[in-house]
């Protein structure tokens, strides 16, 4: 069965980017193989992927999801209705207002396998609508004190059960499966 999961790096205040979108403070954290093993055991498991489009709706260098690691099927949250694009092996679909459709086809490409969420915006939307099974974040040691949350702005209390935690050389690994 395939699972929908916000798969997230955050800070221990919950930023997902610094207030330009930067992620500079994820680079250059040691790890060790354990941490990598965790990582890896999440992405392998990944089927498609959901996230927002920007505002030219175009695949920049730099904007593939997993840094290009992953050749799956992309959907991405638009305005504006427009055709797939295919772009180093991995195909983008856009779909207009409607992130319920994009978690449906975001499934039926996923067959077995999860669909990751990509974004605030998009992860707390999915969480609004009762959309997520599971959320995977990987959360590092440092305080960002502003920039983009991923759960500011949710407005609803969301129960969750500890499904599996972990720590190693640096980050620590959290895994809820969200209860209804």
Excluded at 51 to 72: H, R
Excluded at 88 to 102: E, K, L, S
Excluded at 113 to 133: A, Y
Aim: net charge negative.
């Amino acid at each position: 069965m395939s699972l929908v999961i916000v798969h997230a790096t955050i800070t221990v205040d919950g930023y997902l980017a610094d207030s330009a979108g930067g992620v500079d403070w994820m680079f250059g954290r040691p790890s060790t193989a354990d941490d990598d093993a965790v990582v890896e055991k999440v992405t392998t498991q990944i089927g498609a992927v959901i996230g927002g489009a920007n505002a030219t709706q175009t695949i920049e260098p730099g904007e593939i999801p997993y840094g290009g690691m992953l050749k799956v099927p992309v959907f991405l949250m638009t305005h504006h209705g427009r055709e797939p694009i295919e772009q180093d092996g991995v195909t983008y679909t856009f779909v207009v207002n409607d992130i319920t459709r994009a978690v449906t086809l975001a499934k039926e490409a996923a067959g077995d396998k999860w669909v990751s969420l990509l974004g605030g915006s998009i992860s707390r939307q999915c969480l609004r609508l009762g959309l997520v099974d599971e959320l995977h974040l990987d959360i590092a040691p440092v305080l960002l004190g502003g920039g983009i949350s991923l759960f500011a702005g949710l407005e609803q209390k969301i129960e969750l059960e500890r499904v599996e935690t972990s720590a190693f050389a640096s980050e620590s690994h959290h895994r809820y499966r969200v209860l209804c």
